[in-house]
């Protein structure tokens, strides 16, 4: 019985390691996901912000449907031992207390991802303001997490 328990734990912790990858890995596909969410967000800010008169409603649904795809993608599974040291396209910013409040995160990440949901659904309507007015959520979500356990550069 326990050689069994031990069996099948040792493969559950291989299967974990192979599933999240090497330090480098982890950091290089966090740095690519919060980079493509910045370009899809960007695009958002300029036609639902910044610049209505520019509004392309196809493409901030293209771009609100990437954001909700990257949000739901299960991106703290990025976030494995030892990934505030190393480089992935670059030296990553990820502060080390983020090893002392995982929940916090997990708390924000929680609601990035209910409001990419929500802006998803609303870019759908094509409805500037609600878009405007639910694009300020999501950001504010962005802003918390980047506070919180992103190095300033
Ligand atoms: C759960 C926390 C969290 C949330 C939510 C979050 N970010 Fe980040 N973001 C980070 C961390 C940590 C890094 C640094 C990654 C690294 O260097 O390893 C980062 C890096 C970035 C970068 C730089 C990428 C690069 O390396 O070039 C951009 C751009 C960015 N985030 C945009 C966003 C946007 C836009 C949102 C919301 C739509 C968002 N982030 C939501 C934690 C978060």
Redesign the pocket.
């Known amino acids: 019985m326990k050689t069994k328990l031990t069996v099948t734990l040792g493969l559950g912790l291989v299967a974990a390691a192979a599933w999240a990858g090497p330090v480098e890995d982890q950091?290089r596909s966090?740095?690519?996901?919060?980079?493509f969410?910045?370009?899809?967000?960007?695009k958002i800010k300029a036609q639902a912000v910044d610049h209505p008169e520019t509004f392309d409603k196809d493409q901030v649904i293209a771009a609100a449907n990437a954001?909700a795809a990257?949000?739901n993608s299960g991106?703290?599974g990025?976030?494995g031992p030892g990934?505030d040291q190393g480089t992935?396209?670059?030296?990553?910013?990820?502060?080390s207390e983020?090893f002392e409040k995982p929940a916090d995160?997990?708390e924000?990440?929680d609601s990035?991802i209910k409001e990419?949901n929500e802006l998803q659904k609303i870019a759908a309507s094509g409805d500037v303001g609600a878009i405007k007015e639910q694009f300020g959520k999501?950001?504010k979500?962005?802003?918390?997490?980047?506070d919180?356990?992103?190095?300033r550069e």
């Open positions: 950091i966090r740095q690519s996901a919060y980079g969410l910045g370009w899809n967000t960007a954001v990257v949000a991106l703290l990025l976030y990934t992935g396209w670059k030296p990553t910013r990820l502060k983020y995160v997990k924000i990440d990035f990419a999501v950001s979500t962005c802003k918390s997490c980047h919180l356990v992103r190095i």
